[in-house]
């Protein structure tokens, strides 16, 4: 499993210490010495990284947001009833809720991308990506010898972060 970087960790130190608010990621990859123009990019790389999602988790976890926690939570949303007709049900709390799930399973992807055929252009897209689209169809995409991240070669300069 790889590692996080200085300038990684650093940003998580400092992000950490904003008790993981949302709001002040870009402020605290500024302040790890990302440039402001990248800081937004490279906020989201770091967070969608193996390594460093486990260390949030456990963060979540060291202030007592557990995932328990956060179900129970989820489930009060999905189950909410008016607070003016509490035989009725509370749609935007239960809307809320169902929103949350979508996001949670990757329902509704942000990007969708359709490549021609005979495309000339090469993509590079990591494996897990592929195994996520091949769970999901159902069907198997890659037909070829997977490589691990691990065992990947890199020219200089070109690692992935």
Not at 2 to 16: H, I, M, S, V
Not at 77 to 100: I, Y
Request: glycine share 6%; charged share 30%.
């Amino acid at each position: 499993m790889r590692q996080t970087t200085e300038r990684q960790n650093l940003f998580l130190k400092l992000w950490q210490a904003t008790g993981l608010d949302k709001t002040k990621a870009k402020e605290c990859a500024l302040r790890a010495g990302y440039s402001d123009g990248s800081s937004n990019g490279i906020v989201a790389q770091i967070l969608s990284s193996p390594v460093v999602r486990s260390q949030i988790l456990l963060e979540m976890e060291r202030q007592g947001i557990t995932v328990r926690k956060a179900v129970g939570v989820h489930k009060g949303l999905l189950n909410a009833k008016s607070v003016v007709h509490p035989t009725q049900p509370d749609h935007n709390a239960r809307a809320r809720g169902l929103s949350m799930f979508y996001q949670l399973v990757d329902a509704f992807p942000e990007k969708r991308v359709s490549i021609k055929e005979h495309s000339e252009k090469e993509f590079k897209i990591s494996i897990d990506v592929i195994r996520r689209a091949e769970q999901v169809t159902g069907e198997r995409i890659l037909d070829a010898e997977v490589v691990e991240p691990e065992e990947m070669v890199y020219e200089p300069g070109t690692e992935p972060i």
